[in-house]
T-cell receptor, first 111, second 109 residues
Framework: DVKVTQSSRYLVKRTGEKVFLECVQD?????MFWYRQDPGLGLRLIYF???????EKGDIPEGYSVSREKKERFSLILESASTNQTSMYLC??????????FGSGTQLSVL | RKEVEQDPGPFNVPEGATVAFNCTYS??????FFWYRQDCRKEPKLLMS???SGNEDGRFTAQLNRASQYISLLIRDSKLSDSATYLC??????????FGTGTRLKVLA
């Protein structure tokens, strides 16, 4: 069974902390994505990667960075967490432009 | 104009009813189309891909109208378990997936 695994389901951090969200997929997909989802705003793309060490900014990259050192792993980093980064974070992967597979999401609260 | 637009609903329908959702998209070069289902506080899960000729999966039928730039989802014989938010997803430029904000469906007993 195909799987995208996010490291934490719930996370609580303090303002100014550096936060790491990890995502691992076991499908050998070249494309990986980080989205955030907020009520009324839908899913918004933060960053994506189409190959190891390659990354592209999405629609809302400010305050975030990413790392993809291995094909199966894509990490999202909040350099200095702020309260407006409280959100549901969803990782996804895909093969070419085929269907997206999502992880179960991380609900991040920044206090 | 948003790239992908959906009626947010909610659509409140009785069990057994037939309900249809539409989704319009603005980029005529879009190539791939999907319907996802999302339950409250869960991740989106693929319901079905949408093909040019239309496709059916049990009680669900999806259609694509390229001329008018919309896709549709028809649910027949609605079940309580169909209550969820349905997301329309369209591929944009290279590597890009564009999401609608979703249509909420409530199936009532």
């Amino acid at each position: 069974d195909v799987k995208v695994t996010q490291s934490s389901r719930y996370l609580v951090k303090r303002t100014g902390e550096k936060v790491f969200l990890e995502c691992v997929q076991d499908m050998d997909h070249e494309n990986m994505f980080w989205y955030r989802q907020d009520p009324g705003l839908g899913l918004r793309l933060i960053y994506f990667s189409y190959d190891v060490k390659m990354k592209e900014k999405g629609d809302i990259p400010e305050g975030y960075s990413v790392s993809r050192e291995k094909k199966e792993r894509f990490s999202l980093i909040l350099e200095s967490a702020s309260t407006n980064q409280t959100s549901m974070y969803l990782c996804a992967s895909s093969l070419r432009r085929e269907k997206l597979f999502f992880g179960s999401g991380t609900q991040l609260s920044v206090l | 104009r948003k790239e992908v637009e959906q009626d947010p609903g909610p659509f409140n329908v009785p069990e057994g009813a037939t309900v249809a959702f539409n989704c319009t998209y603005s980029n005529s070069a879009s190539q791939s189309f999907f319907w996802y289902r999302q339950d409250c506080r869960k991740e989106p899960k693929l319901l079905m891909s949408v093909y040019s000729s239309g496709n059916e999966d049990g009680r669900f039928t999806a259609q694509l109208n390229r001329a008018s730039q919309y896709i549709s989802l028809l649910i027949r014989d609605s079940k309580l378990s169909d209550s969820a938010t349905y997301l329309c997803v369209v591929t944009g430029g290279t590597y890009k997936y564009i999401f609608g904000t979703g249509t909420r469906l409530k199936v009532l007993a």
